[in-house]
């Protein structure tokens, strides 16, 4: 298989590197020819044995005709050779028969492959980095001509290698070439030294929650922990100059992340809380949030963030039955040019789901799958299958959609209204069996007629309030009496007074029979106090008779005065023996 | 308890059990809307800004609680915090009142059972309104059992708004007090009961909230004071009963004990003066009933009462003196320096300048107890004068608790919060009587109806009879005001007064919202600013600062700051600092705030003998920030002068008038400290107004006297968007001789000044020495 290869000729190569971000890309533009007799499978691409670590991205499409179709064609990594590098083997749409031509275009992201030089700067000074790459079209086979543009970020660079010749700058784009005929797997290294002030951010971690819920939401949300992989900061940070000067030229202030059009409930926070300095503009195809750290990132400075948000499952959860499939972007735009180290995905499912299969997207090779974990949230009982996938060195290029397939029941949407209202059910249940409980230490007869004296005695009370203020009232007639000498009205008040303590006496009599039966000891008190009460209306009575004598003119005034002090003497005595007992209860 | 009422009201009358039904049912949509409308009345600043953690302490709290649930509560008791206080370290455990992170991690813990995954910190934030409801609901059965259930509902409305309460409980701010109002408040309800019934149930379970008070805040001395000074005044005015004599000794003897287990409170119980009056009371009581009874027994001997007044006299002169001899042998400490200053205002000036910095601690200004109160301060000696008219057991306690508190108000503002549910209650006894008399329409027309009326105004618990008894007297006398009221009492008066009433209770809620919306609903670690169009910037300087300590300082890094920010480093930043608001190393404090008010040259001793890293001021001067770091600086040179009186003076600081100023006309030595140079480096090239020279300081309004210096020891390490934090890197020595020569050059130095000696670098490099000598000696030995 390998030997037929051998017969593949790139006709024309041209090679555009881009040094604008801090990911280098290439993009490969290869015209071969099969020279051989059989019929050609794969295109091999190599990667020098120097830059094979710095590989973060292969892909190829077929340029030309019917552009339309541009997916992205197989690619598969080889073993690696030290002395020849990496082989990423393409595998080409349709079998190149002999001396046909097909035009690829190759796209090469490289990560890491910037050096800083110097790795140290202060505030003010511009970044410069040095890149080191092949001025030839590195390829197992030969080439006939061939060119390679460099497009720098701005028109300085400190220095570039001159040869191999013919080498020209234009303003921002260096050209190598063209050149032809180089044989396979030629080798020249030309470096390039040039300034590079665009952001280096680099996410060293980046957690990505997906949970899944049936009632309609996929809630998102991810953790970034993030650096500026850029020159160190070296020295004091001034504020003064990064407001007043605006020379802060390698800092990153701000940057955008796109979220899906739905997107909804966007927050955007870390561990001590909301990050104010942000703002989030609707666009009709997504959500574009301009993410403001706290403060502007230096070299070496870190920061964490946690970005999270709703959106509608209808776009990304479709269902036939009891057959469920969830489609959506394993991960997500951070920010352009984004380099994600290491990604971890959580995907948690609904409860009671089963049979699940996870496919990535098919050009997604290097993901690796862990093993399933449980999570348990608002309601759940045996807990939410959770599918954990874990990439290293994703991305923009990376953002692809996976699929999940599942059987779910529907019945068991019922699930967790259900488990409410049998919850609240039970306790409801168990509050009306704990009120017809007794949980009384006292013995049950006792206590009710303990109850029934006590209400006796409330009663008792109530009425003697009510007797006191009788009394009261007859007193105040007399007073009036006393000064108005009107006798009808006195009369017709006192009678009125007197039947109304009639009564009262009736309901201690009725009190008093009732209490009886369950003790004694009250009804005998009762009955003491009835005597007193008695006493009390004698002498009130008395007291009346005193008055009428006082106005009709038969006593004077000062014998009655006398008399009156006397009886209401006694009166006091007989109240204070009343309260005596009605406080021993 | 309710049940029990229905019971015998239904062998009352079985006309009457519907009604109570339906009563009750309002009294409970009543408290739930009460319950509600507090906790609403604090979310302010979560709807303003977020759910964040708020101000100083609570950052501290927040921080344990974290701790707590995810190490466990015996780890969180053994936790030394090595963040704290270096290089001392801080044993929290024993250091800290824990009831407010159990409280939280409870709820925690109980959410997580039952698989709510609600974070921690949203129970931190909420814990405070929740609580607020809570004590709404003790301020209600407090008022009941003192008053009627009328009052309840208003005294547990009033306390549910009232800002002088939710000046300490809006959402966020994470503190003791959140909790504690509620434990005081339903200690006191329990306590009241106990004595009322005299039941042992009641007076254990009294003793067991006292417990979580104890727990939850250091102002559980007011309730083990109160609480013996309500039973003495009893004894005093011959109120004594077996009931208050079991109530006691049982809150006592349980209190005391379950007090104790706190690891913070340890020992002190029985031996600091604090707690002294309450143990007096006991022996008192235990005395007095053994007279009592030998009294009951021994009736027909001559002259037996002056007999038992002297001895209970002496006995408590032997009490009295025996605490004293305690003190002076010091098996009892005494009085804490805090609590002389609640004597003496003017000790805490004097003697201890770190308590009388803090604001909070300054005594109140009559404005703030009508900003807090509002309406219910009127109304407060009002209800006084209602419960005096009208006296029994637990109307004397609610009494002695409103001149204490009131007392204590005065004195210090934080005590304010205090007094808070004492007037809410007197106030709505007050109101609760006077609308009793106005509201009554029925009793006006019917005069045969009247009877009922009285009752029902006087709906004590119907089963507390003696206190029935009591009112007795005092019924009667209404009846008599009433009747002759009648005839100009129209219901056209009675109108015109409730209509008045319910219109100053309206304002009141518009007054209460309206400061907590505005006066304690700000975060503190969030500012707002307004801009000329009257849009809200939000000033988030201080998170940003921390969080950039959080992530680009080595882990390990110690931050030098003055005391007020120490928690919040913690808290935010997650690195060691030498001192926090838990002001408990007070010559620690001094040494930093040596290093604030001394010159580059001597800071940078004390900094590296301190091993600082990082120094953090805060500068309010670009933006007219005035909680800054230079005003607070006298109080630094204030508490440095305290422990270095020979190196710090604070007239140093003043100008020749006297004055602290930073223009021109402010002292030289002012200008060289390492805390004006750190506020200032380079403001004095940029322009704050456009109206002004640069450099112009906009907090005091003042160009500054020193511009254009530089820095030697330290550089500028970060400055928040609008300067408020600034955060200086102290540089390492420098290299500049040889090694061999630096040896030499360093032990030589170090004979010469006695200072370097504490110096670590110094301390490190003669080491070797010293441990070479005792190996060889210990192996010929």
């Given at each position: 298989?390998?030997?037929e290869?051998?017969h593949?000729v790139?006709?024309?190569?041209?090679?555009?590197?881009?040094l604008?971000?801090?990911?280098?890309?290439?993009?490969?533009?290869?015209?071969?020819?099969?020279?051989?007799t059989?019929s050609?499978?794969y295109y091999d691409y190599c990667?020098?044995?120097?830059?094979?670590?710095d590989?973060?991205?292969?892909?190829?499409?077929?340029?030309?005709?019917?552009?339309?179709d541009?997916?992205?064609?197989?690619?598969?990594?080889?073993?690696?050779?030290?002395t020849k590098?990496?082989i990423?083997?393409?595998?080409?749409?349709?079998?190149?028969?002999s001396?046909?031509?097909?035009?690829?275009?190759?796209?090469?992201?490289?990560i890491n492959?910037?050096?800083?030089?110097?790795t140290e700067i202060v505030?003010?000074?511009?970044?410069l980095?040095?890149?080191?790459?092949?001025?030839?079209?590195?390829?197992?086979?030969?080439t006939q001509t061939?060119?390679?543009?460099?497009?720098?970020?701005?028109?300085r660079?400190?220095s570039?290698?001159?040869?191999p010749?013919?080498?020209?700058k234009n303003?921002?784009t260096?050209?190598?070439?063209?050149y032809?005929?180089?044989?396979?797997l030629?080798?020249?290294?030309?470096?390039?030294?040039?300034e590079?002030?665009n952001?280096?951010?680099t996410?060293n971690?980046?957690k990505?929650?997906i949970?899944?819920?049936?009632?309609?939401?996929?809630?998102?949300?991810e953790?970034?922990?993030?650096?500026?992989?850029g020159?160190k900061l070296?020295?004091p940070?001034?504020?003064?100059?990064?407001?007043r000067q605006?020379?802060?030229?390698?800092?990153v202030?701000?940057?955008?992340?796109?979220?899906?059009a739905?997107a909804?409930?966007?927050?955007?926070r870390d561990e001590?809380?909301?990050?104010s300095?942000?703002?989030?503009r609707?666009m009709?195809?997504?959500?574009?949030?301009?993410?403001r750290p706290r403060?502007p990132?230096?070299?070496?400075?870190?920061?964490?963030?946690v970005?999270?948000?709703?959106?509608?499952?209808y776009?990304y959860?479709?269902?036939?039955?009891?057959?469920?499939?969830?489609?959506?972007?394993?991960i997500?735009?951070?920010?352009d040019?984004?380099?994600?180290?290491q990604v971890?995905?959580?995907?948690?499912?609904?409860?009671y789901?089963h049979?699940?299969?996870?496919?990535p997207?098919?050009?997604?090779?290097?993901?690796?799958r862990?093993?399933?974990?449980?999570h348990?949230?608002?309601?759940?009982?045996i807990?939410?299958?959770?599918?954990v996938?874990?990439?290293r060195n994703a991305?923009?290029?990376?953002?692809q959609d996976?699929?999940i397939?599942?059987t779910?029941?529907?019945?068991?949407?019922?699930h967790e209204p259900?488990?409410?209202?049998?919850?609240?059910?039970?306790?409801?249940c168990?509050?009306?069996?704990l009120?017809?409980?007794?949980?009384?230490?006292?013995h049950?007869?006792?206590?009710?007629?303990?109850?029934?004296?006590?209400?006796?005695?409330?009663?008792?009370?109530?009425?003697?309030?009510?007797r006191?203020?009788?009394?009261?009232?007859?007193d105040?007639l007399?007073?009036?009496?006393?000064?108005?000498?009107?006798?009808k009205?006195?009369?017709?008040?006192?009678?009125?007074?007197?039947?109304?303590l009639?009564?009262?006496?009736?309901?201690?009599?009725?009190l008093?029979?009732?209490?009886?039966?369950d003790?004694?000891?009250t009804a005998?008190k009762?009955?003491?106090?009835?005597?007193?009460?008695?006493?009390?209306?004698?002498?009130?009575?008395?007291?009346?008779?005193n008055?009428e004598k006082l106005?009709?003119g038969?006593i004077?005034?000062?014998?009655h005065?006398?008399?009156?002090q006397?009886?209401?003497?006694k009166?006091?005595d007989?109240?204070?023996?009343?309260?005596?007992?009605?406080?021993?209860? | 308890m309710?049940?029990?009422?229905?019971?015998t009201?239904e062998?009352?009358?079985?006309?009457?059990?519907s009604?109570?039904?339906?009563?009750s049912?309002?009294?409970?949509?009543?408290?739930i809307?009460?319950c509600?409308?507090?906790?609403?009345?604090?979310?302010?600043?979560?709807?303003r800004?977020?759910s964040?953690?708020h101000e100083f302490?609570p950052?501290?709290n927040?921080?344990?609680?974290?701790?707590?649930?995810d190490n466990?509560?015996?780890?969180f008791?053994n936790?030394?915090?090595?963040?704290a206080?270096?290089p001392?370290?801080?044993?929290?455990?024993?250091?800290?009142?824990?009831?407010?992170?159990?409280t939280?991690?409870?709820?925690h813990?109980f959410?997580?059972?039952?698989?709510?995954p609600i974070?921690?910190r949203?129970?931190?934030?909420f814990?405070?309104?929740v609580?607020?409801?809570?004590?709404?609901?003790?301020?209600?059965?407090l008022t009941?059992?003192?008053?009627?259930?009328?009052?309840g509902l208003?005294a547990a409305?009033?306390i549910?708004?009232a800002p002088?309460?939710s000046?300490?409980?809006?959402?966020?701010?994470?503190?003791?007090?959140?909790?504690?109002?509620?434990a005081?408040?339903?200690?006191?309800?329990l306590w009241?009961?106990?004595?009322k019934?005299g039941?042992?149930?009641?007076?254990?379970?009294?003793a067991?909230?006292y417990f979580?008070m104890?727990?939850?805040?250091?102002?559980y001395?007011?309730?083990i004071?109160l609480i013996?000074?309500?039973?003495?005044?009893?004894l005093?005015?011959?109120?004594y009963?077996?009931?208050l004599?079991?109530?006691?000794?049982?809150f006592?003897i349980?209190?005391?004990?379950?007090s104790?287990?706190?690891p913070?409170?340890?020992f002190?119980?029985?031996?600091?003066?604090?707690?002294?009056?309450?143990?007096g009371?006991?022996?008192?009581?235990?005395a007095?009933?053994f007279?009592?009874?030998?009294?009951n027994?021994?009736?027909y001997?001559?002259?037996?009462e002056?007999?038992?007044?002297?001895?209970?006299?002496?006995?408590s002169?032997?009490?009295?003196?025996?605490?004293v001899?305690?003190?002076?042998?010091g098996?009892i400490?005494?009085?804490?320096?805090?609590f002389?200053?609640?004597?003496?205002t003017?000790?805490?000036?004097?003697?201890?300048p770190i308590?009388i910095?803090v604001?909070?601690h300054?005594?109140?200004?009559w404005?703030?107890?009508f900003f807090?109160?509002?309406?219910?301060?009127?109304?407060?000696?009002v209800?006084?004068?209602?419960?005096v008219?009208?006296?029994n057991d637990e109307r004397v306690?609610?009494?002695?608790y409103?001149?204490?508190?009131?007392y204590?108000a005065?004195v210090?503002i934080r005590?304010?919060l205090?007094?808070t549910?004492c007037?809410c209650?007197l106030?709505?006894?007050?109101?609760?009587?006077t609308?009793?008399?106005?509201?009554?329409?029925?009793?006006?027309?019917?005069?045969?109806?009247?009877d009922?009326?009285?009752?029902?105004?006087?709906?004590?618990?119907?089963d507390?009879?003696?206190?029935?008894?009591d009112?007795?007297?005092?019924?009667?006398?209404?009846?008599?005001?009433?009747?002759d009221?009648q005839?100009?009492?129209t219901?056209?008066?009675?109108i015109?007064?409730?209509?008045?009433?319910?219109?100053?209770l309206?304002?009141f809620?518009?007054h209460?919202?309206w400061?907590?919306?505005t006066?304690?609903s700000?975060?503190?670690i969030?500012?707002v600013?307004?801009?000329?169009?009257g849009?809200?910037?939000?000033v988030d300087?201080?998170r940003e600062?921390?969080?950039?300590l959080?992530q680009n300082t080595?882990?390990?890094?110690?931050i030098?700051?003055?005391?007020?920010?120490?928690?919040?480093?913690a808290g935010?930043?997650?690195?060691?600092?030498?001192?926090d608001?838990?002001?408990w190393?007070?010559?620690?404090?001094?040494?930093?705030?040596?290093?604030?008010?001394?010159?580059?040259?001597?800071?940078?001793?004390?900094?590296t003998?301190?091993?600082?890293d990082?120094?953090?001021?805060?500068f309010?001067?670009?933006?007219?920030?005035?909680?800054?770091d230079?005003?607070k600086?006298?109080?630094?040179?204030?508490?440095?002068?305290?422990?270095?009186p020979?190196?710090?003076?604070?007239?140093?600081?003043?100008?020749?008038?006297?004055?602290?100023?930073?223009?021109?006309?402010?002292s030289?030595?002012?200008?060289?400290?390492?805390?004006?140079k750190?506020?200032?480096?380079?403001?004095?090239?940029?322009?704050?107004?456009?109206?002004?020279p640069?450099?112009?300081?906009?907090t005091?309004?003042?160009?500054?006297?020193?511009?254009?210096?530089?820095?030697?020891h330290?550089?500028?390490?970060y400055?928040?968007?609008?300067w408020?934090?600034?955060i200086?890197?102290?540089?390492?020595?420098?290299?500049?001789f040889q090694?061999k020569?630096a040896?030499?050059?360093?032990?030589s130095?170090?004979?010469e000044?006695?200072?370097e000696?504490?110096?670590?670098?110094?301390?490190?490099?003669?080491k070797?020495?010293?441990?070479?000598?005792?190996k060889?000696?210990?192996r010929?030995t």
């Open positions: 298989m390998g030997q290869q051998e593949l790139n006709t024309k190569v041209e090679r555009t590197l881009d604008v971000s801090h990911l280098p890309k290439e993009i490969i533009s290869v015209t071969f020819e099969n020279r051989g059989k050609a499978r990667v020098e044995p120097q830059h094979v670590n590989v973060g991205y292969v892909g190829a499409i077929v340029r030309g005709k019917n552009s339309g541009q997916t992205n064609l197989p690619i598969k990594q080889e073993t690696t050779d030290k590098g990496t990423y083997r393409i595998e080409l749409p349709n079998d190149l028969r001396s046909q031509t097909i035009t690829l275009e190759i796209e090469v992201v490289h492959a910037l050096r800083l030089l110097p505030q003010h000074e511009r970044q980095v040095l890149y080191k790459t092949n001025a030839y079209y590195y390829s197992k086979y030969s061939q060119k390679t543009i460099v497009t720098l970020p701005t028109d660079a400190e570039y290698t001159q040869a010749k013919p080498v020209a303003e921002q260096i050209t190598y070439g063209p032809e005929n180089v044989a396979a030629t080798r020249n290294e030309i470096s390039l030294h040039y590079n002030n952001p280096f951010l996410v971690n980046m990505r929650w949970e899944v819920s049936h009632w309609g939401n996929i809630a998102v949300e953790t970034i922990e993030m650096y500026h992989s020159a070296k020295g940070f001034s504020r003064l100059d990064f407001q605006q020379n802060s030229y390698s800092a202030k701000t940057f955008k992340t796109s979220l899906p739905a909804k409930d966007i927050y955007y001590i809380g909301n990050v300095t942000s703002s989030v609707e009709h195809d997504q959500v574009e949030i301009e993410i403060f990132l230096y070299g070496g400075w870190n920061t964490y963030y970005l999270g948000y709703n959106v509608p499952s776009q959860l479709f269902n036939k039955g009891n057959q469920y499939v969830l489609k959506m972007r394993l997500d735009h951070v920010y040019d984004q380099l994600l180290e971890t995905i959580k995907i948690v499912l609904p409860e789901v049979n699940i299969e996870f496919y997207s098919m050009h997604d090779t290097d993901i690796k862990l093993r399933n974990e449980k348990y949230t608002y309601l759940d009982t807990g939410r299958s959770v599918i996938i874990t990439k991305l923009f290029q990376h953002i996976f699929e397939h599942y779910f029941d529907k019945i068991m949407l019922l259900m488990l409410i209202i049998f919850s609240l059910f039970g306790l409801f168990f509050v009306i069996i009120n017809r409980l007794n949980f009384s230490i006292n049950e007869e006792n206590n009710e007629i303990r109850i029934r004296i006590k209400g006796i005695w409330n009663q008792l009370m109530e009425h003697n309030i009510k006191t203020s009788f009394y009261q009232k007859l105040e007399l007073n009036t009496f006393k000064t108005n000498k009107d006798l009205i006195y009369n017709e008040q006192r009678k009125k007074f007197e039947n109304e009639k009564r009262i006496e009736q309901n201690f009599n009725n008093q029979t009732k209490i009886k039966a003790s004694v000891e005998e009762i009955a003491e106090f009835q005597q007193l009460d008695a006493e009390q209306r004698k002498i009130t009575q008395l007291l009346c008779g008055t106005v009709n038969k004077k005034k000062q014998a005065g006398d008399e009156e006397n009886l209401r003497l009166i006091r007989i109240n204070t023996r009343i309260s005596t007992i009605l406080n021993q209860y | 309710t049940t029990v009422n229905d019971n009201s062998y009352i009358t079985n006309s009457s059990s009604s109570a039904g339906l009563k049912l309002i009294t409970v949509i009543i408290l809307c009460v509600i409308s507090g906790f609403i009345s604090r979310l302010f600043s979560i709807i800004f977020e964040v953690i302490d950052w501290f927040y921080r344990s609680t974290v701790y707590m649930t466990g509560f015996y780890n008791l936790w030394f915090d090595d963040l206080w270096y001392l370290g801080r044993i929290v455990g024993g250091t800290v009142f824990p009831g407010l992170m159990v939280s991690g409870t709820i813990w959410f997580h059972m039952i698989n709510i974070h921690i949203e129970i931190c934030v814990l405070a309104p609580f607020s409801g809570l004590t709404a609901l003790a301020t209600y059965l009941k059992e003192l008053w009627s259930k009328r009052a208003f409305a009033f549910a708004i002088g309460y000046s300490r409980s809006v959402a966020g701010s994470y503190d003791n007090e959140a909790i504690a109002i509620f005081l408040i339903f200690t006191y309800y009241i009961r106990s004595i019934t039941s042992i149930f009641w007076s254990s379970c009294t067991l909230s979580y104890v727990s939850a805040w250091g102002g001395v007011f309730i004071n013996p000074v309500h039973v003495g005044f009893l005093l005015l011959g109120r009963s077996l009931r004599y079991v109530s006691y000794s049982i006592y349980l209190g005391l004990i379950l104790m287990q706190i913070f409170v340890g002190q119980p029985v031996r600091t003066s604090e707690h002294m009056i309450a143990a009371i006991f022996i008192l009581l235990q007095y009933t007279f009592d009874y030998l009294y027994k021994l009736r001997v001559r002259n037996i002056t007999i038992f007044f002297n001895l209970s006299i002496i006995i002169i032997i009490v009295f003196a025996i605490v001899l305690l003190t002076y042998t098996y400490a005494p009085w804490s320096g805090r002389y200053s609640l004597w003496d003017s000790y805490a000036a004097k003697h201890i308590i910095s604001s909070e300054q005594p109140t200004t404005t703030s107890f807090d109160l509002h309406l219910l301060i009127c109304l407060y000696p209800g006084a004068w209602f419960c008219k009208d006296l306690f609610i009494l002695l409103a001149v204490f508190a009131s204590f005065g210090m005590l304010m205090t007094l549910p007037v209650i106030a709505a006894i007050a109101l609760s009587k609308l009793d008399y106005y509201a009554d329409a029925e009793s006006s027309e019917m005069v045969s109806n009247y009922d009326s009285v009752s029902i105004c006087d709906e004590v618990e119907n507390e009879n003696n206190q029935y008894l009112n007795n007297a005092q019924n009667i006398d209404e009846t008599d005001d009433n009747d009221d005839n100009f009492l219901s056209n008066i009675k015109i007064v409730v209509t008045c009433i319910a219109m100053m309206l304002l809620i518009v209460c919202t400061i907590t919306a006066a304690y700000s975060p503190s969030v500012l600013s307004y801009n000329s169009d849009t809200r910037a939000i300087d201080y600062a921390y969080y950039w959080r080595p882990e390990k890094a110690r030098m700051s003055w005391w007020d920010y120490g928690y919040q480093i935010m930043s997650n690195r060691t600092v030498l001192v608001n838990n002001t190393n007070n010559s620690h404090i001094a040494l930093v705030g040596k290093a604030m008010a001394s010159n580059e040259t001597e800071a940078y001793k004390i900094m003998m301190l091993d600082v990082y120094i953090l001021v805060i309010g001067g670009v933006i007219g920030f005035s909680g800054d230079i005003n600086f006298l109080w630094m040179v204030r508490i440095a002068e305290g422990e270095h020979k190196d710090i003076k604070e007239n140093n600081y003043f100008n020749d008038n006297k004055e602290y100023r930073v223009d021109k006309s402010g030289p030595i002012l200008f060289n400290c390492l805390m004006y750190l506020c200032y480096y380079r403001f004095g090239e940029l322009y704050t107004d456009s109206a002004q640069s450099g112009f300081d906009r005091r309004s003042v160009e500054i006297g020193h511009k254009n210096f530089d820095l030697e330290v550089e500028e390490a400055t928040s968007a609008n408020i934090v600034r200086y890197r102290v540089k390492k020595l420098s290299n500049r090694a020569d040896l030499e050059k360093l032990t130095s170090l004979s000044e006695s200072f000696k504490n110096d670590g670098k110094g301390v490190i490099l003669n070797p020495h010293v441990k070479k000598g005792t060889k000696s210990m010929r």
